[in-house]
């Protein structure tokens, strides 16, 4: 006779030591309010070993940087890189939250960094899933503008309008501009404003797109057109408010224009004499269909992509970068923030401050293209020419130009209502008029 | 004889213990994990999410603005026609190819392993080849382009990214017919050819012996390929997204964007998306299932 014997037995092998907890929430008081001095952090950084990254992967050129400079630049100051690639920054965000939801607090997340801004920033913030103030108190922090009285600080202190107190690191500063072949499109007809758009598009239908919000970038198209149709004409300024400051009701008011332009392009726009006009999904659906010659103009944020392109071979010779919308192209920043669990903070804050060096911020440049986050004037001449060296340059547009033609970002508060007023009034063809839609999302959102 | 019977009981105790033992993984995994996951989701669907802030449960508000919204039905109308369109011709070319491949021909060997090549291939890289093909960027318009007969490949007859789905149907089309003739080619093999040739000797013509004969043979293995391939195509989410024409989207990809907005709160409206789909699912495979049963007790088998 055979006996079965079978027996289950679950071992809880987790030692929570509480000493643990209140030494790294000891260390994060210390860095917050300043009084860590640098070599302390360095220290702990290095027992740490490693910093787990985590950053939309959808660019070669980016990853490429990641790996063959910041990673060996991190191992100089015995830091490990561990670069986690998503494809939307929102699962960072979403590991954040869930992981603070089951209780993992600070040095037991998985998350140290993200690259982030706007919406997502915002996200963390309400969730209260911030480190705190850290970007001020680096070595490197003294290559960014943090003094409140100098208005071009504002892109440091708020991030789509939300104040970031120090609690990210500028990393990198962005504008929004199109990109044109000019061996398919003649100079005189390249368009500098929404109305000169729509007349090429009557002339050559479905020869343009944008990418589809709620994505980040259609998103910012949408708040061009609505900033260029401003009925007070004052372009960005009312959007700087939050919707609790503006209200429903004036915020309908003032982007119905834009909304009727957006929805009068959308028969204009790819596809539209077909089953419906297209909307690319994310930047490298609209690049693709750029490069195919499927549409004439490619719209986002990439102030040297042209230059990249052209350099690697992926462009075509003729594309060029062209001023659209006139007084409109919307500047921001992104930057690098540190959750409340994250494992290693004293890494990720050696990370952050190495981030912010001239050397990253140059190479940076020169590889992937990506502008400096850090800010000029604070820099030393050397400093300053050596970013200009880096520069891959900007082709068919002046800085002078761009900087004549910047418009802020809107406030996060109203992107999700503008969003959701997109989706309504142009992507389902809702036949309710604009301000209910825009009460309906206000309230859904609240 | 005295002391058979009990040696029989234990004998008999002994062997429904090892079943059960044999059970105890699936039903773990399916209770714990599917059963665990269903319950939270609908659940969620219901308004309880006390991590997002969110718990009005039982509130069945989410359901009620889904299901009030003229795009939720243009959406399952599409999930719908992808699928059985999609299903019925896979059924209908894997007939065909299950047929002839009880028959001889030349180089049968080769082409037996050469129609399980798409089986062995994943969805994703089927859909990346239906890109690379097809697209309005693809090598059939690139190459249309050159040979001159349009001046631009942005000419190209559009076929992936419309709501006719042809690009999403091309594509479970090519992954599932080998799969509905691999099974109907087993069934085939396993009944042999007697009854047809006794049909064909008492005179019945090629169409009578296949819908009189083979079909009702037949008819448990299209029953089962069908249903495995109508619960994949009415759930898929990848070539609905990447294939399909935008906005209205099919259902998956409709609870995806919830779930992938910024706002956490349309989270618990995906839910209400995924558990619909689930009981539109499973109610149209239930009746289909019953359908069935009702037509084989009505022929006599049980």
Request: charged fraction near 15%; aromatic fraction near 10%; hydrophobic fraction near 45%.
């Amino acid at each position: 006779m055979k006996k079965t014997l079978l027996t289950l037995s679950l071992l809880g092998g987790l030692v929570t030591s509480a000493s643990y907890a209140q030494d790294v929430e000891a260390f994060r008081d210390a860095v917050t309010s300043g009084s860590a001095t640098w070599e302390e952090i360095q220290a702990r950084a290095k027992e740490e070993g490693e910093i787990n990254l985590y950053y939309w992967g959808g660019s070669d050129q980016i990853n490429i940087w990641m790996d063959r400079f910041a990673a060996p630049g991190l191992e100089a100051e015995g830091v490990k890189l561990n670069p986690v690639r998503i494809t939307g920054t929102k699962d960072a965000v979403d590991l954040v939250l869930a992981e603070l939801g089951s209780g993992k607090g600070l040095g037991e997340g998985s998350v140290d960094a993200i690259w982030v801004n706007g919406e997502n920033f915002a996200t963390l913030k309400r969730q209260n899933a911030l480190f705190g103030a850290f970007a001020d108190k680096l070595p490197n922090s003294a290559n960014i503008e943090w003094n409140a009285d100098d208005p071009r600080a504002l892109l440091n202190l708020r991030d789509f309008g939300v104040e970031t107190n120090a609690s990210e690191m500028p990393w990198s500063g962005q504008q929004y501009v199109c990109s044109v072949n000019t061996a398919r499109v003649a100079k005189e007809d390249i368009p500098s404003t929404f109305a000169d758009l729509k007349g090429y598009l009557e002339a050559n239908p479905g020869k343009f797109a944008y990418v589809k919000p709620p994505h980040f970038i259609g998103n910012t198209f949408v708040q061009a057109a609505i900033y260029a149709h401003n009925p007070d004409g004052n372009g960005a300024v009312p959007f700087q408010n939050s919707i609790d400051d503006l209200g429903a009701a004036e915020l309908a008011r003032l982007i119905t224009p834009g909304m009727e332009y957006l929805k009068e392009l959308d028969g204009l726009l790819l596809g539209a004499s077909g089953s419906g006009a297209r909307y690319p999904e994310d930047p490298s659906a609209l690049n693709g269909l750029f490069l195919n010659g499927e549409i004439d103009f490619s719209c986002q944020f990439g102030l040297y992509g042209v230059a990249i392109g052209l350099r690697d071979g992926t462009y075509p010779e003729g594309a060029e970068q062209f001023i659209f919308p006139e007084g409109n192209m919307i500047k921001n920043k992104n930057y690098l923030v540190i959750p409340a669990n994250a494992p290693n903070p004293a890494a990720a804050l050696v990370m952050a401050n190495y981030m912010a060096s001239v050397e990253a911020q140059a190479s940076k440049l020169e590889v992937a293209g990506m502008p400096p986050g850090i800010d000029p004037w604070r820099l030393s001449e050397e400093d300053v020419a050596k970013l200009t060296a880096a520069s891959p340059g900007f082709v068919g547009i002046t800085q002078q130009e761009l900087d004549a033609n910047t418009a802020p970002d809107t406030n996060a508060t109203l992107v999700d209502v503008i969003e959701a007023t997109w989706l309504e009034y142009i992507e389902r063809k809702s036949t309710d008029p604009i301000d209910v839609i825009v009460e309906r999302a206000v309230a859904n959102l609240n | 004889m005295g002391d058979s019977a009990p040696n029989e009981l234990a004998r008999l105790r002994r062997e429904r213990r090892l079943m059960l033992l044999q059970l105890l993984p699936v039903v773990l995994v399916l209770t714990v994990l599917f059963g665990g996951a269903l319950v939270l989701g609908v659940m969620q669907s219901l308004g309880f999410a006390p991590w997002f802030g969110v718990n009005t449960f039982p509130d069945f508000s989410y359901f009620g603005v889904l299901w009030s919204q003229a795009s939720f039905w243009q959406s399952l109308w599409l999930t719908l026609y992808y699928a059985v369109a999609a299903t019925i011709l896979s059924l209908i070319l894997g007939i065909l190819l299950a047929l002839a491949l009880v028959r001889t021909f030349p180089s049968k060997t080769l082409y037996k392993y050469l129609y399980k090549l798409p089986l062995m291939i994943p969805y994703t890289v089927g859909i990346a080849l239906a890109v690379i093909m097809l697209g309005n960027g693809g090598m059939l318009s690139r190459l249309m382009a050159f040979a001159g007969l349009i001046d631009d490949p942005a000419q190209f007859p559009q076929i992936l990214k419309t709501h006719m789905g042809w690009g999403i149907i091309a594509v479970y089309v090519w992954k599932q017919t080998p799969f509905v003739a691999l099974t109907i080619y087993a069934v085939l093999l396993g009944v042999g050819r007697e009854t047809e040739e006794a049909a064909a000797i008492l005179g019945a013509n090629k169409r009578q012996i296949f819908f009189l004969v083979t079909l009702p043979q037949i008819l448990p293995g299209i029953i089962s390929s069908t249903l495995i391939i109508f619960a994949f195509n009415i759930g898929a989410f990848e070539a609905p997204f990447i294939l399909g024409g935008g906005f209205p989207d099919t259902l998956p990809v409709v609870a995806w964007r919830y779930f992938n907005d910024a706002d956490y709160t349309l989270q618990l409206q995906g839910m209400a998306t995924v558990v619909s789909i689930a009981l539109i699912a499973g109610g149209i495979l239930y009746s289909y299932l019953a359908i069935y049963r009702r037509y084989e007790r009505r022929i006599g088998r049980q």
